[in-house]
């Protein structure tokens, strides 16, 4: 069974800076990709970054490109999300997804969450 493990939200002044972590456990995880997703009070959830295991693509959501950056060391199971110039506007639960395809079938996991709140 995979399990996403995040960490290193906070409480961060406008401006200010934090870097998330999800490390998944399984020795033989090996995700299509793995992504960051937020949701913050009364809002759906949204995708933040999303990247491609294999070869690293990047994506992210307009509202934090050239501000967030998500990277990833494969050999810990590890993806990072790295956050800069926070605004108050990315206050908000960040959860760590991660999908893969065994046996053809689609699978999807989530992380618990981990807090991110952004004072002015």
């Known amino acids: 069974q995979v399990q996403l493990v995040e960490s290193g939200g906070g409480l961060v002044q406008a401006g200010g800076s934090l870097r998330l972590s999800c490390a998944a456990s399984?020795?033989?995880?090996?995700?299509?990709?793995m992504a960051w997703f937020r949701q913050a009070p009364g809002k759906e959830r949204e995708a933040v970054a999303t990247?491609?295991?294999?070869?690293?693509?990047?994506y992210y959501a307009d509202s934090v490109k050239g501000r967030f950056t998500i990277s990833r060391d494969n050999a810990k199971n590890t993806v990072y999300l790295q956050m800069n110039s926070l605004k108050p506007e990315d206050t908000a639960v960040y959860y760590c997804?991660?999908?893969?395809?065994?046996?053809?079938?689609?699978?999807?996991?989530w992380g618990q969450g981990t807090q991110v709140t952004v004072s002015s």
């Open positions: 399984g020795r033989t995880f090996s995700p299509a990709a």
């Open positions: 990247i491609i295991w294999s070869g690293g693509s990047t």
């Open positions: 997804h991660a999908r893969r395809t065994v046996a053809g079938a689609q699978l999807a996991y």
